[in-house]
């Protein structure tokens, strides 16, 4: 089983949510026709592919690791922690390829230190980063089963958001249209949720979503309502479809 619970959908790249996202992220430039993940230049620098996410440290751990306090972590068959470029920021959420060197033995250090765990991810110390289409990214980081919990509709708007940990896949969250009042609050029992966050359960929803905060949509969100990260409540998306005007 691979790490972090990762999960690979080959599908299309022909539907319209693969389109719209594909719009936000193409380049003039021709795609190289490679595998998503790790590959070495023979003569080059090393090359890592896959989707640019927050890195989901606390300010404690990202100082505990020598990385930079609200940082990036790229996300494909393996996950890395980025250093060394200060352009990160205008590729959240897009499927990128980086250039650059991998820190040989930083997880084992930092493992063997005992000061802070490493997520299971290793460090990569970026020199150049090159788009890719949103469909060179065909997979998504998300649960392996459907979770179990109670069927939703939700209509509002997608945000991206800070992850709250490296391996909780918390991207996305929807603001209510309708807000409402979770009476099961186990900390604040009645409290109003205005915001949940979203799993996406394939790469088709996962390419929709991320259109939605680029092209700043509200969708109808489908999917199951279910207990998440610190007493939270999260929803892992079955269908997202743009709302009629």
Known sequence: ?????????????????????????????????????????????????????????????????????GGYQLLSQTAYFLKGSDTLKAYLGQCITLSGQMQEGWQQEQEQSGEQTTYNRGLFVVDEIHPQLYSYCHYTDTLLTQPQGREITYNGQVERMQRPAPDIAYDYQL???????????????????????????????????????????????????????????????????????
């Open 1 to 69: 089983m691979l790490p972090l619970l990762f999960t690979f959908y080959l599908l299309g790249c022909g539907g319209s949510a693969d389109r719209s996202a594909e719009e936000q992220t193409a380049t003039d430039t021709a795609q190289r026709e490679s595998p998503v993940g790790t590959g070495l230049n023979v003569d080059g620098p090393t090359q890592i592919t896959g989707l640019l996410q927050t890195s989901g440290l606390q300010p404690h751990e990202a100082k505990a690791l020598g990385l930079p306090e």
């Open 175 to 245: 603001r209510l249209q309708k807000p409402y009042r979770d009476e099961n609050n186990p900390v604040a029992p009645g409290s109003l949720v205005h915001t949940l966050p979203l799993i996406p359960g394939s790469f088709e929803v996962l390419s929709t979503l991320e259109a939605a905060v680029r092209q700043d949509k509200q969708l109808r969100i489908e999917g199951i309502q279910h207990q998440g990260y610190a007493e939270s409540q999260a929803v892992w998306v079955t269908a997202a479809d743009s709302l009629a005007l």
